[in-house]
């Protein structure tokens, strides 16, 4: 997949993360099927510095390196192989990937993919390939971080590939509909195909996991219709799942 196409949607998607973050930042969200919990893992991952998070991905023997001071990123740092034998990446060649912005995430980020990627392991997943996850932010004065991709807080995944060789396109496979519930009781894709049935299960649990503060699907506007938007959200204390 060609960069230039894997990333043609930014734009679009840069404004919908934008209105996303003008909705949420100035209430408190309903969340969707997901309680709100003190304890959940992204609402304790995204209150941590940068020593506290490094430190925790270091004794959860994940393979990352931390990068020097990036515009808009608390504690950035990128993936230097595999999280439970899933490898989180972008549609670049490995040696680009090492030095291109995009692949830049956020420590509490990664924490949220290291559980993650225990639900994908058990559907043999082993490749996630993402839209994006960085995106260079325009900050404020005095402003020095930034939420969702400006922070390195959010990834858009859009292809999982499977042991076998198969690959679940968000696009193709996930089989929602904008409006539609997407988890909880009655929630179903249609048609329901096994591909959109592990889709679906997959990003069901790790909403009932609450790994990420934000979760959205095809289910919520047509920005959204070709992958996941996986978010954990400094300072906050909702969950949103659509």
């Given at each position: 997949m060609k960069l230039g196409r894997a990333l043609a949607g930014i734009?679009?998607?840069?404004?919908?993360?934008?209105?996303?973050?003008?909705?949420?930042?100035?209430?408190i969200p309903m969340s969707i099927n997901v309680p709100i919990v003190g304890d959940s893992p992204a609402i304790r991952y995204s209150k941590?510095?940068?020593?506290?998070?490094?430190?925790?991905?270091?004794?959860?023997?994940v393979p990352?390196?931390?990068?020097?001071?990036?515009?808009?990123?608390?504690?950035?740092v990128r993936l230097t192989g595999p999280i439970h034998g899933v490898t989180f990446h972008s549609p670049l060649s490995p040696e680009k990937r090492a030095v291109q912005p995009w692949d830049i995430l956020d420590c509490r980020l990664v924490l949220a993919l290291d559980d993650f990627s225990q639900i994908l392991a058990k559907y043999d997943v082993v490749d996630?390939?993402?839209?994006?996850?960085?995106?260079?932010p325009i900050l404020?004065?005095?402003?020095?971080?930034?939420?969702?991709?400006?922070?390195?807080?959010?990834?858009?995944?859009?292809?999982?590939?499977?042991?076998?060789?198969?690959?679940l396109q968000i696009d193709?496979?996930?089989?929602?509909?904008i409006g539609a519930q997407t988890c909880g009781s009655g929630a179903a894709p249609a048609p329901s195909t096994p591909e959109a049935t592990i889709l679906r299960d997959i990003v069901c649990t790790a909403?009932?996991?609450?790994l990420f503060n934000v979760v959205l699907t095809p289910d919520y506007n047509w920005a959204h219709?070709?992958?996941?938007?996986?978010e954990v959200t400094a300072g906050a204390s909702y969950f949103l799942v659509r």
């Open positions: 734009s679009v998607l840069t404004v919908a993360s934008a209105l996303l973050l003008e909705t949420t930042a100035n209430a941590l510095d940068r020593t506290e998070c490094e430190a925790e991905l270091t004794k959860r023997n990352f390196k931390s990068e020097a001071e990036t515009r808009g990123v608390l504690a950035p996630v390939i993402h839209f994006s996850v960085y995106r260079p404020k004065k005095n402003v020095t971080t930034a939420r969702q991709h400006g922070g390195g807080l959010a990834m858009d995944a859009a292809i999982f590939i499977r042991k076998d060789g198969t690959k193709k496979d996930f089989h929602g509909r909403a009932d996991q609450r219709r070709n992958h996941f938007h996986l």
